[in-house]
């Protein structure tokens, strides 16, 4: 059973919607098995998002990124970095289907609600960043 980290971003917990974010999820079969609330500092923003450092919108996704808190969680499930990004939708919400979270309720490309691990490799590396073993069971 595979398992991805997700990240609900300031955009969402500023409009209250961790809740319905977090139905969508449940919806679709993934299981939260662990979450935390964060606020992170612009160098631990930097750090998560260090593979976009030469992209042009890397300083504007840092700031806003660490502008609020953020719930940092692991979804569990089959499959589940390919269904969560199926969730997700397309980064840009412009671009994503009906039904998914991006769609509802992203805001804009850059504040586009939550991020979702690519694959298994970043997502290990990604939920070791933010949780320890013993947070993990
Ligand atoms: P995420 O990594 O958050 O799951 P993604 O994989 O769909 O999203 P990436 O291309 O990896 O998208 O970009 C990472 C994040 O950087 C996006 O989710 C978005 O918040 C921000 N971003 C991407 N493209 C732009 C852009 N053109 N302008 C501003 N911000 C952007
Ligand atoms: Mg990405």
């Known amino acids: 059973i595979e398992r991805t980290l997700s990240i609900i971003k300031p955009d969402a917990t500023n409009r209250n919607l961790t809740g319905k974010i977090n139905a969508k999820f449940e919806d679709a ?3 939260i098995v662990a979450q935390k609330r964060i606020h992170l500092s612009l160098a631990q923003a930097g750090k998560f998002y260090e593979v976009h450092k ?3 919108f890397y300083g504007e ?3 806003f990124m660490a502008s609020a808190p953020v719930v940092v969680q692991v979804l569990e499930g089959e499959g589940a970095i390919a269904k969560n990004r199926d969730v997700m939708g397309a980064t840009n919400p412009a671009n994503a289907a009906e ?3 991006r769609k509802e309720f992203a ?3 850059g504040e586009n609600s939550v991020h979702g691990s690519d694959a298994p490799e970043t997502a290990a590396q990604e939920i070791a960043y933010f949780f320890s073993g013993l947070e993990l069971v």
Do not use: Q
Request: include cysteine; hydrophobic fraction near 35%; charged fraction near 25%.
């Open 29 to 31: 079969g993934l299981r």
């Open 54 to 56: 030469d992209r042009p």
């Open 61 to 63: 996704l840092c700031e």
């Open 99 to 101: 039904g998914t979270i």
């Open 107 to 109: 805001l804009s490309v």
